[in-house]
C-alpha cells in the first residue's frame, strides 16, 4: 500500500475518532442532567455503543495507519513536528481513556460529576484536534 493511501486512510479513521471523541462528552452531559430512568438507560445504550462501535474502531485504525506510515518513513521520527503530534497522540489515547472511565460510572450509576464538568470535559479534544492538525500540515521545527 503506498503511502498516499496509508495517509488518506489515516485521516478518515482520525475523523471518524474525533466525531466520537466529541460526540460522547456531550452524550455524558446530556446523561449528567437527565433525571428519569428511561432517558438514563437510553444514554448508556448511547454511549456503549459510541464508544466501543465507532469510538473504539475509529482509535484503532488512525494508530494503525500512522504507525504504517512511520514504517515507510521512519525518518519523520527525527523531527520535532512528529514528536510533539506523537505526545499529542498519546495526551487524546488517554482522554479517550478516561471517556472510557466517565462511561462506566454512568454504566453503573455511579457518576458524581455535572453537566458542567462535562461540558468543559467536552472541550479537550477540541484543542488536541487544532495542534495535531496544526503539527501535521505546518511542521513547524
Known amino acids: 500500500m503506498t503511502f498516499l493511501w496509508l495517509q488518506a486512510l489515516h485521516l478518515v ?3 471518524c475518532w474525533f466525531a466520537a471523541l466529541f460526540y460522547l462528552p456531550r452524550l455524558f452531559v446530556y446523561h449528567a442532567g437527565a433525571t428519569d430512568r428511561i432517558g438514563q438507560e437510553r444514554f448508556k445504550v448511547m454511549e456503549r455503543k459510541l464508544y466501543f462501535g465507532i ?3 475509529a482509535l484503532g485504525a488512525t494508530l494503525v495507519f500512522g504507525v504504517a506510515m512511520l514504517g ?3 525518518a519523520y521520527l527525527q523531527f520535532g513536528w512528529m514528536q510533539a503530534k506523537l505526545v499529542l497522540v498519546a495526551a ?3 482522554y479517550h481513556c478516561a471517556c472510557y472511565y466517565h462511561l462506566r460510572r454512568f454504566a453503573r450509576d ?3 460529576r455535572s453537566h458542567r464538568y462535562f461540558r468543559w470535559f467536552n472541550e479537550a479534544p477540541v484543542l488536541g ?3 495535531v492538525v496544526g503539527l501535521a500540515v505546518l511542521k513547524p521545527f
Do not use: D, H, S
Open 55 to 57: 469510538a473504539t474502531p
Open 13 to 15: 479513521a482520525m475523523v
Open 110 to 112: 455511579q457518576n458524581r
Open 92 to 94: 487524546l489515547v488517554g
Open 129 to 131: 484536534l487544532f495542534a
Open 72 to 74: 515507510l518513513r521512519p
